[in-house]
């Protein structure tokens, strides 16, 4: 088990894009799981849920422990990610594998972006 570990990353190290697009996106969704626990305010109140471009009228409000949703989307996107691209990787994909992390990254700063604008809206 150790030497299939240690193969992996040998594997991964090698390849300088995909090891520096893996450090991107670990490093950008962990800044993001941080944003979403430091700027949770912890009240009684309800929150804006989900983000619409129609107007105030189509927001939801809801619990503000709801928004820790975003937090488990930032862990998958992230595990899920880098498990795929290792696979296109092992495959002989490495292209592919660019495009999978490329793409997962730019969901965690399109996610982090909709949920800035959630924490503006006021209460």
């Given at each position: 088990?150790?030497?299939?570990i240690?193969?992996?990353?040998?594997?991964?190290?090698?390849?300088r894009?995909?090891?520096?697009?893996?450090?991107?996106?670990?490093?950008?969704?962990?800044?993001?799981?941080?944003?979403?626990?430091?700027?949770?305010?912890?009240?009684?109140?309800?929150?804006?849920?989900?983000?619409?471009?129609?107007?105030?009228?189509?927001?939801?409000?809801?619990?503000?422990?709801?928004?820790?949703?975003?937090?488990?989307?930032?862990?998958?996107?992230?595990?899920?990610?880098?498990?795929?691209?290792?696979?296109?990787?092992?495959?002989?994909?490495?292209?592919?594998?660019?495009?999978?992390?490329?793409?997962?990254?730019?969901?965690?700063?399109?996610?982090?972006?909709?949920?800035?604008?959630?924490?503006?809206?006021?209460?």
């Amino acid at each position: 088990m150790r030497d299939k570990i240690s193969k992996t990353f040998k594997q991964i190290f090698q390849d300088r894009l995909l090891f520096v697009l893996i450090l991107f996106l670990i490093i950008l969704s962990l800044g993001f799981i941080l944003f979403i626990i430091l700027n949770l305010d912890h009240n009684e109140l309800t929150v804006w849920l989900r983000y619409s471009g129609f107007g105030k009228d189509n927001y939801y409000r809801g619990k503000w422990y709801l928004l820790y949703n975003w937090l488990g989307l930032a862990l998958l996107n992230m595990i899920g990610s880098i498990f795929i691209a290792y696979r296109f990787f092992v495959k002989s994909k490495p292209k592919i594998s660019y495009v999978v992390l490329t793409l997962a990254s730019l969901i965690v700063v399109i996610a982090w972006v909709i949920l800035n604008n959630i924490y503006r809206l006021p209460n």
